[in-house]
């Protein structure tokens, strides 16, 4: 359902209410000050451009997102990918594939694909973050340690063969504060944690700094002052090329956007008792991205950390997201200038901080014990990240974790030969009340029991198992009830095997054919040239059919029979 939640919260909001969402936003504008700047810094753009993202980008995931208590802005997700645009592409390729990643994400929410998220498999998402995590901490070790070096390399190995070499230039004074950030985030929670350590630290050291007049590089020193007030809004300039270029960086920034987005919402229903709509936070979360560019943002999407915290602080709707939002618009419009003192230096420790939590290093090491074809899809996506792209990591861990999904689908369907295992022991199947054990197999028909679902993975096994059969039945009955689905490539073995049986004069007949199956054929040409009456629910009236085709008496069909399913896939009674 394409309805922002904002509209649905607003019909039993009340005075109560909105002191806890004004209570929760202030708080989650002061937390997400500090990140905004950071992430920015972080993805080689300057200082400002975090704070028009969480401002406006904030403000449009509130108004039209699908969950009741997201909060959306800049994140860490973004970082690794940001930079690796600008540095190729400039700000005006940044703008482009923002903005194409946008309308990528209000197409598949306009397209109701919210759900099909959570078909990406957690040891890829496992992966790419922590090698995000990784990235962003290795980025971090000039401004942590003030060491005097041009700038960082943008790749990983680079980056530490730099610092190796540079590492005689550390500035104590830098170290100094980066120390004393860093045990501010992580002691403050014991004073209080109504207001956050990442802001307090930002604060004390800023202060400590400009007091001191300590040596370490601002804000203001690298960029200058930043402004007080929103740019107007600008389109980029746009050439085929470029557009071309950056089609697999605005997938990569769509599919990051709805992950961490959707599942935030996920967390934040876990936390609140609510249910999100999913496709309507893809579409709020394209809009945002469409929009924000053209006032000089970056990508934005729903953030997990400050999510919770305005859950904690009593937000309970979007009007806490739209708070946030104007608390930090204040904070830009009225303090901005004075955001030029802070040390690279703290932010620093805040994303080492961040880093940290994002690496999620405990389901890192579990995923080890998970099975190996899991672990081989984390570990390639994790390496592909630090080392290569992280474009080319998701791409290459979607392909890889659905060719061993496939593989394990091919693995769990097998095709049984069930008259000759009869024939080698006769107790196989005596515990199921409807095995071929118990019904009465005239000479001369075979049956063959597919059992799990008959992708192309497994029609090379059944084609396989179907031409081991010695001599020629006049018969051959494939059963299917243990079959939920069927694709092209079944369909094709199965009429692969109909020619072969025909030409060599044997009747094929199919049992206990399920619903989907049975649409599949009924669309394809097999349905007609099997035909109706050789397409059967269950086997004894398939085994009956048998019989009269080799002029046997039929048999009474037992009641336990299941009925068997029309063209249409309704259900009609046994023969």
């Known amino acids: 359902?394409?309805?922002?939640?904002?509209?649905?919260?607003?019909?039993?909001?009340?005075?109560?209410?909105?002191?806890?969402?004004?209570?929760?936003?202030?708080?989650?504008?002061?937390?997400?000050?500090?990140?905004?700047?950071?992430?920015?810094?972080?993805?080689?753009?300057?200082?400002?451009?975090?704070?028009?993202?969480?401002?406006?980008?904030?403000?449009?995931?509130?108004?039209?997102?699908?969950?009741?208590?997201?909060?959306?802005?800049?994140?860490?997700?973004?970082?690794?990918?940001?930079?690796?645009?600008v540095q190729q592409h400039g700000i005006d390729g940044l703008m482009i594939a923002t903005i194409m990643a946008g309308l990528i994400l209000v197409a598949m929410g306009a397209a109701r694909l919210g759900s099909a998220?959570?078909?990406?498999?957690?040891?890829?998402?496992?992966?790419?973050?922590?090698?995000?995590?990784?990235?962003?901490?290795?980025?971090?070790?000039?401004?942590?340690?003030?060491?005097?070096?041009?700038?960082?390399?943008?790749?990983?190995?680079?980056?530490?063969?730099?610092y190796a070499e540079h590492l005689s230039s550390f500035n104590p004074a830098a170290i100094g504060v980066s120390a004393l950030a860093l045990a501010i985030i992580l002691l403050w929670p014991r004073v209080s944690r109504r207001i956050p350590g990442p802001f307090v630290a930002l604060i004390v050291t800023t202060v400590l700094v400009r007091l001191l007049g300590l040596d370490v590089e601002t804000i203001a020193s690298r960029f200058?002052?930043?402004?007080?007030?929103?740019?107007?809004?600008?389109?980029?300039?746009?050439?085929?090329?470029?557009?071309?270029?950056?089609?697999?960086?605005?997938?990569?920034?769509?599919?990051?956007?709805?992950?961490?987005?959707?599942?935030?919402?996920?967390?934040?229903?876990?936390?609140?008792?609510?249910?999100?709509r999913s496709n309507m936070e893809l579409v709020a979360q394209g809009v945002a991205n469409i929009i924000t560019p053209l006032f000089g943002g970056i990508p934005a999407t729903g953030a997990i950390a400050r999510t919770a915290t305005n859950i904690r602080n009593g937000g309970r709707t979007p009007v806490a997201g739209i708070i946030h939002a104007a608390t930090l618009l204040l904070i830009t419009l009225f303090f901005g200038r004075w955001a030029g003192y802070i040390p690279f230096a703290a932010l620093g420790a805040i994303l080492i901080v961040v880093a940290y939590h994002m690496s999620e290093w405990r389901a890192f090491k579990d995923e080890f014990t998970a099975p190996r074809s899991d672990a081989l899809v984390m570990?390639?996506?994790?390496?592909?990240?630090?080392?290569?792209?992280?474009?080319?990591?998701?791409?290459?861990?979607?392909v890889l974790?659905?060719?061993?999904?496939?593989?394990?689908?091919?693995?769990?369907?097998?095709?049984?030969?069930?008259?000759?295992?009869?024939?080698?022991?006769?107790?196989?199947?005596?515990?199921?009340?409807?095995?071929?054990?118990?019904?009465?197999?005239?000479?001369?028909?075979?049956?063959?029991?597919?059992?799990?679902?008959?992708?192309?993975?497994?029609?090379?096994?059944f084609t396989e198992r179907l031409e081991s059969v010695l001599g020629t039945p006049k018969v051959l009955i494939v059963r299917m009830r243990n079959v939920p689905a069927i694709d092209s490539t079944g369909l094709h073995a199965l009429g692969n095997v109909w020619k072969r049986s025909?030409?060599?004069?044997?009747?094929?007949?199919?049992?206990?054919?399920?619903?989907?199956?049975?649409?599949?054929?009924?669309?394809?040409?097999?349905?007609?040239?099997?035909?109706?009456?050789?397409?059967?629910?269950?086997?004894?009236?398939?085994?009956?059919?048998?019989r009269t085709h080799l002029g046997l008496p039929v048999e009474p069909t037992p009641d336990f029979a299941a009925p068997t399913v029309?063209?249409?896939g309704a259900l009609r009674g046994p023969a």
């Open 566 to 568: 029309s063209r249409e």
């Open 117 to 162: 998220i959570k078909f990406i498999p957690y040891p890829l998402v496992t992966g790419f973050t922590s090698g995000i995590a990784l990235i962003i901490f290795s980025s971090q070790v000039k401004d942590l340690l003030g060491l005097r070096m041009g700038d960082v390399p943008v790749e990983f190995l680079d980056k530490w063969r730099a």
């Open 224 to 276: 200058g002052a930043i402004s007080s007030s929103i740019p107007a809004p600008s389109l980029p300039r746009v050439d085929l090329a470029t557009v071309s270029a950056l089609i697999g960086p605005a997938l990569t920034i769509a599919l990051l956007a709805g992950i961490e987005s959707l599942l935030s919402a996920v967390v934040a229903d876990g936390m609140i008792g609510g249910r999100h």
């Open 1 to 85: 359902m394409l309805v922002p939640k904002l509209l649905t919260t607003l019909k039993s909001y009340d005075r109560e209410q909105f002191t806890a969402d004004l209570t929760a936003g202030v708080i989650v504008g002061i937390v997400a000050l500090p990140l905004a700047i950071a992430f920015a810094v972080a993805s080689g753009v300057t200082p400002d451009r975090g704070l028009y993202t969480a401002i406006i980008a904030g403000f449009l995931i509130s108004v039209l997102g699908g969950s009741r208590v997201q909060i959306g802005g800049p994140t860490g997700a973004f970082v690794v990918i940001v930079y690796g645009i």
């Open 401 to 461: 974790a659905a060719l061993l999904f496939m593989k394990r689908m091919a693995e769990v369907t097998n095709v049984q030969a069930i008259t000759r295992e009869l024939q080698d022991n006769g107790d196989l199947y005596v515990s199921d009340s409807n095995s071929v054990r118990r019904r009465n197999v005239p000479d001369g028909v075979e049956v063959y029991e597919i059992n799990g679902p008959f992708f192309f993975g497994a029609a090379k096994e």
């Open 379 to 398: 570990l390639v996506t994790f390496v592909l990240t630090v080392a290569v792209d992280l474009t080319v990591a998701i791409q290459v861990g979607i």
């Open 502 to 546: 025909r030409s060599a004069g044997t009747l094929v007949l199919l049992a206990d054919v399920h619903t989907q199956p049975m649409m599949a054929l009924g669309r394809s040409y097999l349905l007609d040239e099997i035909g109706d009456e050789n397409i059967f629910g269950n086997l004894d009236d398939a085994l009956n059919r048998a």
